[in-house]
């Protein structure tokens, strides 16, 4: 069965960087894009961008450019997202999710919850 | 970037009434034929559900109690009847455009 499974949870202090991890399995790994959703504590969706594994072809939300970098390792299958300089608003539970051939967002990772704290 | 708005905020049904969810889009999300509108489902720590697809495409294994419905602008979420699993922040997406934009999500709970 198609699955995605992140990373566990990272406390990180302001100013440090962080690198979450999406492994997929059960499909072909570089036929789909993965995409990263970012979700504040009590508050909706926001999208990050999408990476290609097939090319390594990145595409950012303006607001997360300088903010968020999207690799991937075809070899194992893992996208990774990093995210820098962080501060408190960096706060959020960031979603990986496959963008499926409707366009449609079909198989979600379960989740990976940043805090970034002193 | 296209604005999803959604509405309302929140609502009361009660077991095996209809709920209804509106989300209108600041511009069109129809290309080549096709709305690429989104329904998804979300409960407490978990990460969203697919419902539907494509404003009007039940997602496999998806409860037929649920539809979609709508073009261009305006896209409507039906759950009728409502089931106590139901309880849930339900949020449409668009997928037409870069940036891809979510609604601000709708929250229902049962009266």
């Known amino acids: 069965q198609i699955q995605l499974q992140q990373s566990g949870p990272e406390l990180v202090k302001p100013g440090a960087s962080v690198k979450i991890s999406c492994k997929a399995s059960g499909y072909t790994f570089t036929d789909y894009y993965i995409n990263w959703v970012k979700q504040k504590p009590g508050q909706g969706l926001e999208w990050i961008g999408w990476i290609y594994p097939g090319s390594g072809n990145t595409k950012y939300n303006e607001k997360f450019k300088g903010k968020a970098t999207l690799t991937v390792d075809t070899s194992s299958s893992t996208a990774y997202m990093q995210l820098s300089s962080l501060t408190s608003e960096d706060t959020a539970v960031y979603f990986c999710?496959?963008?499926?051939?409707?366009?449609?967002?079909?198989?979600w990772g379960q989740g990976t919850t940043l805090t970034v704290s002193s | 970037d296209i604005v999803l708005t959604q509405s309302p905020a929140s609502l009361a049904v009660s077991l095996g009434q209809r709920a209804t969810i509106s989300c209108r889009a600041s511009?069109?999300?129809?290309?080549?034929?096709?709305?690429?509108m989104h329904w998804y489902q979300q409960k407490p720590g978990q990460p969203p559900k697919l419902l539907i697809y494509r404003a009007s495409n039940l997602e496999s294994g998806i409860p037929a109690r649920f539809s979609g419905s709508g073009s261009r602008t305006d896209f409507t979420l039906t759950i009728n009847p409502v089931e106590a699993d139901d309880v849930a922040t339900y949020y449409c997406q668009q997928s037409n455009e870069d940036p891809y934009t979510f609604g601000g999500g709708t929250k229902l709970e049962i009266k």
């Open positions: 999710a496959r963008r499926g051939l409707r366009g449609n967002f079909d198989y």
């Open positions: 511009e069109s999300v129809d290309s080549y034929g096709n709305s690429f």
